[in-house]
């Protein structure tokens, strides 16, 4: 199994670029999140999904637009892109509650200029 | 909005020692769980603990869950400079696994 896969791992933005943060899973998870950490700050919640067709806004969903055709994909959508944007971006996937825990992907390390 | 808070922020140890972090949270839980994160790597599950759990092991790991404090502590005994990482805990409100992180302890074990 290969897990949670991202991709890139990093990129440079011009301010006002727009990209595609690629994740697939192959566990056949339900839940799937999209997450930001930035120093000092810890993890917050940007993007889930519950299944295929259903998402929801987190903690920090502006300027991030996500869909969920199939059940392996996740992919999250910078739409125009700021300086505040520069982060680390985590995809992450679960059972849900009937699981233990998330799997993590290693990380986009995203710098917007 | 930060859910879980960690204490310590840093924990420096000699291997062999045990280590102690605490983490505080603010709202009703269906579950807490404890991550570690490698430098410039992904978060790894360590444990999850259910609301109605007071305590868990696995292997070195211990947690436990207060509810009624909201908090919940992990040991780590007999440490290994291969722990050396940063920790977090997550909650989990809504059992809807979305989670709630906090910033983080960042644990030095020291040969």
């Known amino acids: 199994n290969a897990g949670v896969t991202q991709t890139p791992k990093f990129q440079v933005l011009k301010t006002g670029q727009s990209m595609t943060l690629q994740c697939a899973q192959d566990?056949?998870?339900?839940?799937m999140s999209w997450y930001r950490q930035d120093p000092g700050m810890g993890l917050r919640l940007i993007h889930y999904s519950v299944g295929a067709g259903i998402t929801d806004q987190g903690e920090v969903p502006n300027g991030y637009n996500v869909s969920r055709s199939t059940t392996e994909d996740f992919p999250l959508r910078l739409l125009s892109a700021a300086p505040s944007q520069t982060s680390v971006y985590f995809c992450?996937?679960?059972?849900?509650?009937?699981?233990?825990?998330?799997?993590f992907g290693s990380g986009t390390r995203l710098t917007v200029v | 909005s930060q859910q879980g808070e960690e204490d310590p922020q840093a924990l420096s140890i000699q291997e062999g020692e045990n280590a102690t972090m605490n983490c505080s949270y603010k709202t009703s839980i269906n579950n807490l769980q404890w991550y570690r994160q490698n430098s410039g790597r992904g978060l790894v599950h360590l444990i999850l603990?259910?609301?109605?759990?007071r305590e868990k092991h696995s292997g070195r790991l211990r947690v436990t869950l207060d509810t009624s404090k909201k908090s919940s502590s992990l040991l780590i005994t007999a440490s290994r400079a291969a722990d050396t990482a940063s920790y977090f805990c997550?909650?989990?409100?809504?059992?809807?696994?979305?989670?709630?992180f906090g910033k983080g302890t960042m644990l030095l074990v020291s040969p």
């Open positions: 603990i259910r609301s109605n759990e």
């Open positions: 992450a996937s679960s059972y849900g509650s009937r699981g233990n825990g998330y799997t």
């Open positions: 566990m056949n998870h339900e839940y």
């Open positions: 997550a909650t989990d409100e809504s059992g809807y696994s979305t989670l709630t």
